[in-house]
């Protein structure tokens, strides 16, 4: 089978986004903390609440009718695990790029299938089970706190929520800050890996160096290991990788976060960054403490 | 959600998988009616959520009822890999000539479904991979066009099959594909498929469901929900039943926080100042106090767990609600634990005035609340 290498498409200040799932309890409190952030929500989608409004923000029954009144691009989705599969399908049949899917506990086999769609369509698909994608100082499709971060030029690629604001917070409490952060998502099956990431960074020329967040399950991070070490992404980078007394065979609270025979450990992880010159902090404060050595 | 091995081969059947003839028998009387009703040789095999039973000595063989009965009743009164046997399955013994191995499961690197095959079948799997990995046929498929009959029939035929049997092979492993995409399978296994004559049979069968995929599969659940608990001690049976994201370790100090990434790196750093996590507990975001309460309870009452640390990074979970939670526990259990709290981001301030005026000791850090924690557990 084969996949397509195509460019990744992120957000920036002016993106105009749709928040799917806008009524719920997340969908309403998220959308307060985006737009309070600055970032351009111009239309929400709930079925069945079309014609309301959320913090200002006027809701329609249908993407498509959301697509033609107020023209967003991208789009945020905060809807329920068992309808995931049918609005992101919705999404992406209607265009829109990227998609965050925040939602967690989607069933691998719509994962597997909304990925496949979306990649057919050139679309960019962060999530499932992320907190989204962070432009520091800019716009955020995501659900992280703002207060960890402070514009900077570290750019964060992770598989997980908190672990990812704790790093983050080390950062900024260093004097660095942060560029942009994204989240790849907790599962098996995501639509983003690391290596798609860090080609984006590599060209940013807002990042100076990078922080990858890894824990245990499957093998993303051995491969941007390999991926560093062939070149291709020669920035700063330190790391931390969670899940190191984990037993083997259970599953750590994310869907993807589990060693399945010899196949995911963390101590593989770290041996493989550290052979491609990755820092490997074994705190989860060494890795700001590395940056600031790093970056001078 | 594991299913036992009979109740993977009940669902094989009516999937039109081949499988022996068997049922399964919670007694000996049960197995010597069954093995009667078979006839001739038999294997009785412990009915226990783990692989490698053969060489656990979970499976054994009978020529005559009354020895299958022997043999049913040594089964269920021990431990198959430290799980007690509640169920044997006898079933009819199988002349086979050869072991192939079949599976689907998830490419979590490609993001599809891909089949595996091999003609090293009955060892393990993962053992063949790594020692010869050119015996290991792999299919990817493709999300959008699926696996397709002339795929399938590629696979038979690289097996080195023709003829009847790589059309009967190509159907067991459409079948195969049809059953894991329908009940939504993380894995799905046939190791051995055994070639019995001009037959192929299912000998063995694991089947592991997607445990988000469960609201779609009430009958499955329903039917099948049980037999994986029999894997788990009786703390984590407990804390299923709570709903609780919950991993029991062998340690004494007891780790709760909001995230798994967190959470995991909380027992890792607690580890690396050389005390040792008896659990993974994790909250996930935007818990209230009742929750946090219950969490708190739950370890408070195991009696394994010394000291308790609660680890909260805030974002859309609130401070003050967690400190709230945790004063609530302590009140309330009767169980007196020293516990050491880390609570930063959104309502922080209140959250630390909370559990200061009950005497609740906060550190600024998780660094530092892990190093207190093992210093408290007495074990560095």
């Not at chain 1, 799917?20 to 969908?27: A, E, K, M, R, Y």
């Not at chain 1, 703002?146 to 900024?172: C, D, M, N, P």
């Not at chain 2, 594991?2 to 993977?8: G, N, Q, R, S």
């Not at chain 2, 669902?11 to 919670?26: L, M, Q, S, T």
Request: proline content about 4%.
């Amino acid at each position: 089978m084969q996949v397509e290498d195509e460019m990744v498409r992120f957000v920036g200040k002016g993106t105009r986004v749709l928040v799917q799932g806008i009524t719920g309890t997340q969908g309403r409190f998220h959308t307060r903390l985006m737009l309070e952030y600055g970032t351009k929500i111009v239309a929400g989608v709930t079925p069945g609440r079309g014609g309301g409004e959320v913090e200002g923000v006027p809701v329609f029954d249908t993407v498509f009718e959301a697509l033609e009144e107020a023209e967003p691009e991208a789009s945020i989705m905060f809807v329920p695990a068992p309808q995931a599969k049918e609005a992101a399908l919705e999404a992406i049949e209607a265009g829109l790029n990227p998609i965050v899917i925040i939602t967690e506990g989607v069933p691998i086999k719509d994962s597997i299938e909304v990925i496949a769609r979306a990649r057919r369509r050139g679309i960019t698909l962060i999530g499932p089970n992320t907190p989204g994608i962070i432009r520091v100082g800019e716009c955020k499709l995501g659900i992280m706190p703002s207060a960890v971060f402070r514009k900077g030029r570290v750019g964060i690629v992770s598989r997980s929520g908190t672990l990812t604001y704790e790093v983050a917070a080390q950062i900024t409490r260093a004097g660095l800050g942060e560029s942009t952060c994204i989240g790849i998502g907790g599962d098996p099956v995501v639509g983003l890996n690391f290596i798609d990431v860090l080609r984006w960074f590599q060209e940013d020329d807002e990042t100076e160096a990078v922080v990858i967040i890894g824990e245990i399950g499957g093998d993303a991070e051995e491969r941007a290991a390999e991926f560093i070490s062939e070149g291709g992404f020669t920035k700063p980078t330190a790391a931390y990788i969670a899940g190191r007394t984990a037993i083997p065979g259970r599953r750590m609270g994310h869907a993807g976060a589990i060693v399945e025979g010899n196949v995911g450990t963390a101590e593989g992880k770290i041996e493989a960054l550290k052979s491609a010159g990755v820092h490997v902090g074994s705190l989860p404060g060494e890795v700001a403490k590395a940056l600031k050595r790093m970056m001078g | 959600m594991k299913l036992l091995e009979y109740e993977a081969k009940e669902v094989f059947r009516g999937f039109g998988i081949p499988v022996p003839r068997g049922k399964v028998a919670e007694s000996a009387e049960e197995a010597i009616r069954v093995a009667e009703m078979i006839g001739g040789q038999v294997v009785i095999k412990a009915q226990v959520p783990v692989g490698g039973r053969g060489k656990a000595g979970g499976i054994l063989l009978a020529e005559t009822p009354e020895r299958a009965g022997e043999a049913a009743a040594r089964l269920l009164a021990s431990e198959v890999r430290g799980i007690k046997v509640r169920r044997v399955l006898v079933e009819e013994r199988l002349k086979i000539e050869k072991e192939l191995y079949l599976g689907l499961t998830v490419d979590r690197r490609y993001g599809t479904y891909v089949i595996l095959a091999s003609s090293e079948g009955g060892v393990d799997i993962e053992e063949v991979a790594s020692r010869t990995p050119e015996k290991i046929i792999k299919q990817y498929v493709d999300p959008i066009d699926g696996f397709r009959p002339h795929h399938a029939r590629w696979i038979a035929k690289r097996l080195g099959f023709s003829g009847g049997l790589m059309m009967r092979l190509s159907e067991i492993a459409m079948r195969l594909y049809d059953l894991g995409v329908e009940v939504d399978a993380e894995i799905t296994e046939i190791n051995p498929l055994a070639l019995v004559g001009e037959d192929l049979v299912a000998a063995d069968a694991r089947l592991n469901i997607d445990d988000n995929a469960l609201f779609r599969h009430g009958d499955l659940l329903q039917r099948y929900g049980g037999g994986e608990l029999e894997g788990l001690s009786e703390v984590e049976r407990e804390a299923r039943r709570l709903g609780l994201t919950y991993v029991e370790l062998d340690g004494n100090i007891g780790i709760i926080g909001n995230g798994a990434g967190l959470t995991m790196a909380t027992l890792d750093t607690v580890t690396l100042y050389g005390g040792r996590p008896g659990n993974f507990l994790d909250l996930g975001g935007g818990t209230p106090p009742e929750r946090v309460e219950q969490a708190v309870t739950f370890l408070l009452n195991d009696k394994r767990i010394r000291v308790l640390l609660v680890n909260i990074l805030g974002g859309i979970t609130r401070c003050d609600e967690i400190a709230r939670g945790i004063v609530n526990a302590r009140l309330k259990a009767g169980v007196i634990k020293p516990m050491v709290i880390r609570l930063s981001g959104t309502n922080e301030e209140e959250g630390i005035r909370i559990l200061r005026e009950a005497g609740v000791e906060v550190m600024g850090t998780m660094e530092e609340a892990a190093e207190r924690s093992v210093i408290l557990a007495g074990g560095r």
